[in-house]
C-alpha cells in the first residue's frame, strides 16, 4: 500500500487530480459545443428577411427608375422603345409645365410600397417552408410595412409577428427593421429641381448643375415632339432616373 510521506505530498496529489477532473469536464463541455449547433443564432430569421427584403425593393427600384417615379405608367412618352412618364407637362402652346407630381418622393415611397408589400410578406413564408423540418414556426396574420426614402439609404419597417422554437429555446419578433442602400433619395431631390426651374422657367441648366453638384451627371435630349427627356445619374452609385418634361412647346414652323 503506497503511503503519503508527508501532508504536502497528499495534498498536492489531490490538487493534481481535481486539475484533471476540470480538464475532463472542459473537454466534454466544449466537445458538446462543437457537435451541438447554436440553436439561437439559427432561430433568428433577420438575415433571410433582410435579403427578402432588399431583393423586392430592388426589384421595384428597377421598375421605378426606369419609369420616372411609377410602377405603371399612365401619361408617358416612348423614346428609343422606353415609355418614359412626364414628370412635369402641358398639352398647350407657349404655356410652361405643371408638375404632375407636387409630393414626388411620397410617391415614389407609396409606389414601393404598392410593388413589394405584398413580395416582402411572403418572405416569411417562404423562411417558414424552408426551415419546417428544422423548428416550429408560427407566422401570424398581421401584416404592416413602411417606406421611408432618406440620403442614401431606404428605410424599412415590417410588423409582422412570428414565432420560432425548437426544443426548450423560443424567439419571437413582431417588428422587423431594415436599411437599404440606395441613393434614389437624393436622386429625386434633384429631379424636383429640374422640375420647379422647367415650370417657372422652361428650362433647366444641367451643365451649370453639374459644375456644381460633380457627383451627378445630367443628360437632356429634346425629341422631334418637343419633349425633352432627363436621365440624372449618381456617378458613384451608377444608379440613373429619367422622366420626360414637355414645356413651352412652340408650333410647329415657328
Not at 501532508?7 to 477532473?21: D, H, L, M, V
Not at 415614389?108 to 423540418?133: A, D, G, L, M
Request: proline letters at 3%; glycine letters at 4%.
Amino acid at each position: 500500500r503506497f503511503i503519503f510521506k508527508n501532508k504536502k505530498s497528499q495534498i498536492s496529489f489531490f490538487i493534481i487530480i481535481a486539475i484533471i477532473i476540470c480538464f475532463l469536464i472542459l473537454s466534454i463541455i466544449i466537445f458538446n459545443q462543437k457537435i451541438k449547433p447554436n440553436i439561437s443564432n439559427n432561430l433568428n430569421p433577420n438575415s433571410f428577411i433582410e435579403s427578402c427584403v432588399s431583393e423586392s425593393l430592388n426589384e421595384a427600384l428597377e421598375i421605378i427608375k426606369k419609369n420616372g417615379g411609377f410602377i405603371e405608367i399612365k401619361n408617358g412618352v416612348m423614346y428609343k422603345d422606353e415609355n418614359i412618364n412626364f414628370l412635369c407637362y402641358t398639352p398647350r402652346f407657349y404655356e410652361p409645365c405643371l408638375n404632375q407630381n407636387p409630393l414626388l418622393i411620397e410617391k415614389v415611397e407609396s409606389e414601393i410600397k404598392k410593388y413589394s408589400e405584398e413580395k416582402i410578406n411572403q418572405c416569411f413564408y417562404n423562411y417558414k417552408k424552408i426551415n419546417k423540418k428544422k423548428f416550429k414556426i408560427e407566422v401570424g396574420d398581421n401584416f404592416e410595412i413602411n417606406i421611408t426614402l432618406k440620403p442614401e439609404r431606404i428605410d424599412v419597417k415590417v410588423k409582422k409577428e412570428m414565432e420560432i422554437s425548437k426544443e426548450d429555446e423560443k424567439n419571437r419578433y413582431e417588428e422587423f427593421n431594415y436599411e437599404i442602400i440606395s441613393q434614389i433619395y437624393n436622386i429625386l431631390k434633384v429631379a424636383v429641381e429640374i422640375i420647379n426651374q422647367e415650370s417657372n422657367y422652361c428650362n433647366f441648366d444641367n451643365l451649370g448643375f453639374m459644375i456644381f453638384y460633380p457627383s451627378y451627371e445630367i443628360t437632356k435630349i429634346k425629341t422631334g415632339e418637343s419633349n425633352t427627356i432627363y436621365s440624372i445619374s449618381e456617378i458613384n452609385s451608377g444608379e440613373t432616373f429619367k422622366f420626360a418634361v414637355r414645356s413651352c412647346v412652340l408650333p410647329a414652323g415657328i
